[in-house]
């Protein structure tokens, strides 16, 4: 599956970003002709309370028209952590909402502009960097 991607949301993300996605999806085929959306999970199998290891991340895009042509943009990035004690959850820990065109996390609630793009600059840089190292599992699933 060959994506093109609409470049122009509020929130810019690396080109690396968009060849790790079509890489990842180069030989998945859409089950069906009325998909309109793709959800990718990376997970390391390994992570736990106890091991520690790589959050979980979740993207989700979905299919617009620009310019004519049928393009994908983003829904959202989302990291998950375990949070809380005695009974730590899985819980959302950094939200990059393309929609909202905000960023949130666990420790600093909604930020600002300046804060966001410093956040997600850091945040897809390592997310980049661990998919590269092959640290997750991939699943996608269409919608």
Request: proline share 3%; glycine share 4%; charged share 25%.
């Amino acid at each position: 599956m060959k994506l093109i991607f609409n470049k122009k949301q509020f929130f810019t993300v690396p080109e690396k970003l968009y060849q790790l996605l079509s890489d990842e999806l180069a030989d998945v085929s859409v089950p069906e002709a009325n998909t309109e959306g793709i959800i990718l999970n990376f997970r390391d199998p390994d992570y736990s309370i106890a091991a520690g290891g790589f959050h979980s991340v979740e993207l989700r895009i979905i299919k617009c028209m620009v310019d004519g042509e049928v393009n994908y943009q983003f829904v959202y990035i989302t990291d998950f952590s375990f949070q809380g004690s005695p009974y730590p959850e899985l819980t959302v820990d950094i939200d990059v909402c393309f929609i909202a065109e905000q960023v949130y996390t666990v420790y600093g609630g909604w930020l600002d502009k300046t804060s966001s793009e410093e956040l997600k600059e850091l945040f897809l840089t390592n997310f980049i960097s661990y998919v590269e190292m092959k640290v997750f599992e991939v699943e996608v699933t269409f919608y």
